[in-house]
C-alpha cells in the first residue's frame, strides 16, 4: 500500500530548475532511500514531503492528504504524524537532552509532566542512550549520540513516518553501523515508514527496501537495489559498480 505518492513534481528557483516531473511511490512499512548525486535535489524533495518547501507544480500525497494547497488544520495533523531527523541532529542547544525530546510534547499535546518525563525517559533508553545523558546538553555530547538525541525527538510523538536526512553523515564507520542497525530494529518495533536520503553505499545496501534515484532532474531509477543494473542512468552505473 502506497502511503507516499509523489506526481509530476516540479521545483524550481528563479531559473534554476532542480526537478522536472518526479514521479515516485513509497509503501508502508519499508525503508525507502533517496539518493542521486550531490545537487540533484534529494534533500529538497525530502523538504517538500515535509512541509519545510513549496514545489512548483505537481502533486505529493501523504497518508491519504494532498499537499498542494493543505489547509493549516490538515498540516498540523500531518506534522504529528511522522518524525524528522535532520543532517546534524537540529537540536536546540540550549536545551538538554531530554528538554529537547520533550519538546513536541509540550508543545502538542496536553499531556502532563510526569506522563512526558516517562515518555522522554523511554525514547532515550529506545534509542540507546543512558539514562545519564538527559541532563547533558548538545555541547556535551558527541556527533552521534547528537544523532541518537535527534531520532528520540524524532520519535516522540510515535509517528507513523520517519524522515532521516543523511543519517550516517559525520559518523565513524563503527557508529554509522550502530545507526542503521537501529533504524532496523526501530521499523520493525514500531511498524515504522521510513524514508531517508543518504549517499552512505553501506548503509544504503544494509537498510533500504527500494530506492529512487534522482539524476538529470528526474527518476533515473525506483526500484530494488538487486534491479539497479538495468538503470541506463551514468551516475547510477558509476555510483553502484
Not at 16 to 22: A, E, P, Q, R, T
Request: net charge negative; charged share 25%; glycine share 6%.
Amino acid at each position: 500500500m502506497s502511503i507516499i505518492s509523489v506526481r509530476d513534481i516540479h521545483t524550481q528557483f528563479d531559473e534554476k530548475i532542480v526537478h522536472k516531473g518526479l514521479n515516485l511511490d513509497i509503501n508502508e512499512g519499508e525503508i525507502y532511500g533517496i539518493l542521486g548525486p550531490s545537487g540533484c535535489g534529494k534533500t529538497t524533495l525530502l523538504r517538500e514531503m515535509v512541509l519545510l518547501q513549496e514545489f512548483t507544480h505537481g502533486n505529493i500525497t501523504i497518508l491519504d492528504k494532498s499537499l498542494s494547497n493543505i489547509s493549516q488544520v490538515n498540516a498540523q495533523s500531518l506534522r504529528r504524524d511522522w518524525g524528522v531527523l535532520f543532517q546534524a541532529g537540529a537540536l536546540f542547544s540550549s536545551l538538554s537532552i531530554e528538554e529537547n525530546i520533550a519538546l513536541p510534547l509540550v508543545e502538542y499535546t496536553d499531556l502532563s509532566l510526569a506522563m512526558i518525563n516517562e515518555i522522554v525517559k523511554f525514547k532515550i533508553n529506545l534509542v540507546g542512550l543512558k539514562s545519564t545523558d538527559s541532563k547533558l546538553y548538545p555541547s556535551q555530547i558527541s556527533g552521534g549520540m547528537k544523532k541518537k538525541a535527534g531520532l528520540a525527538r524524532a520519535l516522540a510523538m510515535d509517528p507513523k513516518l520517519l524522515f532521516l536526512d543523511e543519517p550516517t553523515s559525520g559518523l565513524d564507520p563503527i557508529s554509522a553501523r550502530e545507526f542503521d542497525a537501529l533504524i532496523l530494529k526501530l521499523r520493525d518495533m514500531l511498524g515504522l515508514t521510513v524514508v531517508m536520503v543518504s549517499h552512505d553505499l553501506r548503509s544504503i545496501y544494509d537498510t533500504l527496501d527500494r530506492v529512487a534515484i534522482i539524476d538529470e532532474m528526474k527518476i533515473a531509477y525506483e526500484g530494488t537495489l538487486s534491479d539497479v543494473a538495468t538503470s541506463s542512468s551514468d551516475f547510477v552505473k558509476i555510483f553502484f559498480k
